[in-house]
């Protein structure tokens, strides 16, 4: 069987693995570390990886996973294709900001005006459906089935209508958002939409770099 190998694809396969959540994003010195590999190895191995779309590589020369390798998730038995892929939208955005990002589940249309929940009327309700929590001190702190405030449920209501990233600030963060899948609503019934939310202090992040980092992750995502 050795003779079936290919030297270049393994060595393309260790460097993917060198990703992992605790480092999803690495330098060219890193990669060099963990893989034993020479510079100019990586360099030629990662171009290629790039053109694919399995490795994206920012203005910094810092190299994160590609969008391309979420669409093989649905293939791997016993993973839910689309958790893995939102996860991983989740993950690259945290990686990108160091602050928390989420997927926020939406209601909206007309029934969403007066949905009682745990005994409670809860206009333009949003719950926290996947989160990757920032590791800063001082953070937007998350946890998944956690409603929301209104005031952030408001933006998420905006970016919904519009179609846009939303930014906006509330209770001391800053928060940008852009709805990812949008179902058509009936006059009766409510239909969830899934909203990704970047949200931080306001004293450590301001609006035009919440914006930025949101664009920037939604070209990546596509």
């Given at each position: 069987m050795a003779n079936q190998r290919v030297e270049a694809v393994e060595r393309a396969?260790?460097?993917?693995?060198?990703?992992?959540?605790?480092?999803?994003?690495?330098?060219?010195?890193?990669?060099a570390q963990a893989s034993g590999f020479y510079k100019s190895t990586i360099l030629r191995l990662m171009g290629s990886l790039e053109h694919f779309g399995y490795v994206t590589r920012?203005?910094?020369?810092?190299?994160?996973?590609?969008?391309?390798?979420?669409?093989?998730?649905?293939?791997?038995?016993?993973?839910?294709?689309?958790?893995?892929?939102?996860?991983?939208?989740?993950?690259?955005?945290?990686?990108?900001?160091?602050e928390t990002a989420s997927?926020?589940?939406?209601?909206?249309?007309?029934?969403?005006?007066?949905?009682?929940v745990e005994g409670l009327t809860r206009p333009r309700q949003a719950i926290c459906r996947y989160v990757r929590v920032s590791e800063a001190p001082l953070r937007h702190q998350l946890e998944e089935g956690e409603w929301i405030e209104e005031a952030l449920s408001a933006?998420?209501?905006?970016?919904?209508?519009?179609?846009?990233?939303e930014v906006g600030e509330a209770a001391g963060l800053t928060v940008a958002a852009l709805a990812v899948s949008v179902a058509p609503h009936h006059d009766e019934g409510l239909a969830p939409a899934e909203v990704i939310m970047l949200s931080g202090p306001s004293a450590r992040l301001t609006p035009g770099q919440a914006r930025q980092l949101m664009q920037e992750w939604q070209q990546s995502a596509r």
């Open positions: 396969l260790t460097l993917l693995e060198a990703f992992t959540p605790e480092t999803p994003r690495l330098t060219l010195n890193e990669l920012d203005s910094h020369g810092i190299y994160a996973i590609g969008a391309a390798l979420g669409r093989f998730a649905e293939l791997a038995p016993g993973l839910d294709a689309r958790e893995t892929l939102q996860r991983g939208w989740l993950a690259r955005l945290h990686a990108a900001s160091g997927l926020m589940l939406v209601e909206h249309g007309p029934a969403a005006q007066a949905r009682p933006l998420l209501h905006h970016c919904i209508d519009s179609g846009e990233i």
